[in-house]
Nanobody, 115 residues
């Protein structure tokens, strides 16, 4: 099993920035992608961004142009740079890894953007 440790969440004013980090440990062999989903109260969990081990990226439409995902494969770490934050970005952000076709999830980190 993979353990995921998320950090970097918190409270920020609209227009500000946060950087989330997620470190994978444990049975890390076979990880093909890492990324982030988020879930706001009353809403479905949605894709924020993900990145494959080969470096291909994918972003959800609401964050395109504002968020950037990156990874350090040697450290089994994925980052999410969040700029120009909006109140509607408020959600619990969940790190995830795709390993052998199965997704594992972190516990989530709260991001709150005040107006």
């Amino acid at each position: 099993q993979v353990q995921l440790e998320e950090s970097g969440g918190g409270l920020v004013q609209a227009g500000g920035s946060l950087r989330l980090s997620c470190v994978a440990s444990g049975s890390i062999f076979g990880i093909n992608a890492m990324g982030w989903y988020r879930q706001a109260p009353g809403k479905q969990r949605e894709l924020v961004a993900d990145i494959t081990r080969g470096g291909s990226t994918n972003y959800g439409d609401p964050v395109k142009g504002r968020f950037t995902i990156s990874s350090d494969n040697a450290k089994n770490t994925v980052y999410l740079q969040m700029n120009s934050l909006k109140p509607e970005d408020t959600a619990v952000y969940y790190c995830n890894v795709l390993r052998w076709g199965v997704r594992d999830w972190g516990q989530g980190t709260q991001v709150t953007v005040s107006s």
